[in-house]
């Protein structure tokens, strides 16, 4: 595995490990195809907003590549929830559609949740749906788990991470990263088995809790907030978090930056994330091989 160890933490090469996966995903559509079937990805994106439009130009390249189906649906901003729930109903219904994403966030007059929960279970490849969340927490494998949360977990294990029995502290508690991710890693069974700790802006005294951690893993969207001190001696750190700040150096004068102050803290962990070319690539693999375990699905139905 790719890694440097120039200065203190071997890095997590994200980039490397999701062309891996991605690789594996297109042998995956490569022996589907030869049972007749071509997995489907149709992405919906409303409205234009510009970072959704990257994201989901993205994963319809990827997918693409991996030689699935790719579609994405443009609908403008002033398209109503009813006509959401019917486009949606309609993509429920096709075959040849294996996996719907819709993009958040959505304009305002539509409800996140009714769409979310409007999605078929089998076909919600983020891992949005409460059914496929349930099934995350009780710990059943047959649902879909999102996307980011899987990722890192995934990182873990190529990295050959002991998480067994050790101190996981998960900054964040979001529907999209920090739960699902603190659902996976209480698991029992291979790539789980922590003890974990969930810490979100009302933690007391956070510094306490990251400590502690065997394996930090950060999702919090603040800048550079987690500093040397606040990392144990030889931790697993990894870096969700993906901010724009100011950099006069760049020619668009910002640049992307994670939630650990990486320079400081990779003189104290063991493992880190960079940011970018950790976690983020990470995602849209997950995306793929989530989709093509619901055309598998459909086989072994
Ligand atoms: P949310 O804003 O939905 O959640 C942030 C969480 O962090 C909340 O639970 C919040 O607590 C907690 N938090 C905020 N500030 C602090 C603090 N000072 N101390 C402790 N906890 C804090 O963000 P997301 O989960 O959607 O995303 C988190 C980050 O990850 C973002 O930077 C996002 O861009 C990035 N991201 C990256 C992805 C990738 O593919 N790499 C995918 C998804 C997200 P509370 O609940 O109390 O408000």
Redesign the pocket.
């Known amino acids: 595995m790719a890694s440097d160890v120039t200065s203190g933490a071997r890095l997590i090469d994200g980039v490397a490990l999701a062309r891996e996966l991605r690789a594996e995903v297109a042998a995956d559509v490569a022996a589907l195809h030869e049972r007749g079937v071509t997995p489907g990805l149709t992405v919906v994106l409303v409205g234009d907003d510009a970072a959704s439009a990257v994201y989901v130009g993205a994963k319809e390249k990827a997918s693409r590549e991996a030689g699935m189906a790719g579609d994405t649906i443009r609908l403008p901003a002033s398209t109503t929830q009813n006509a959401l729930l019917a486009l949606v109903e309609t993509l429920n219904g096709d075959p040849s559609v294996h996996g719907i994403l819709v993009q958040m966030p959505l304009p305002a007059h539509i409800d996140p949740d009714a769409v979310i929960t409007h999605i078929r279970p089998e076909k919600d490849v983020d891992g949005f749906h409460p059914v496929n969340v349930g099934k995350l927490l009780i710990g059943h494998t047959d649902g879909f788990a999102p996307c980011?949360p899987s990722g890192v977990q995934h990182m873990l294990a190529r990295y050959g991470v002991e998480t067994r029995g050790a101190d996981c502290v998960v900054?964040?508690?979001?529907t999209?990263?920090?739960k699902p991710m603190a659902a996976l890693m209480m698991q029992s069974g291979s790539g789980a088995d922590s003890t974990v700790t969930v810490?979100?802006?009302?933690?007391r005294d956070?510094a306490s809790h990251t400590r502690r951690a065997d394996i930090l893993i950060v999702?919090?969207?603040?800048a550079r907030?987690i500093t040397a001190g606040m990392v144990k001696p030889g931790a697993v750190v990894i870096d969700?978090?993906?901010?724009r700040i100011a950099d006069a150096s760049t020619r668009s004068g910002t640049r992307l930056a994670g939630?650990v102050d990486f320079d400081a803290v990779r003189k104290v962990a063991s493992l880190i994330t960079p940011v970018p070319g950790g976690?983020?690539p990470m995602?849209i693999a997950m995306l793929l091989r989530n989709t093509v375990r619901a055309a598998q699905r459909t086989l072994d139905a």
């Open positions: 980011t900054v964040g508690r979001s999209i990263v920090g810490c979100h802006s009302r933690t956070l999702a919090a969207g603040r907030m969700v978090g993906m901010n939630d976690v983020g995602t």
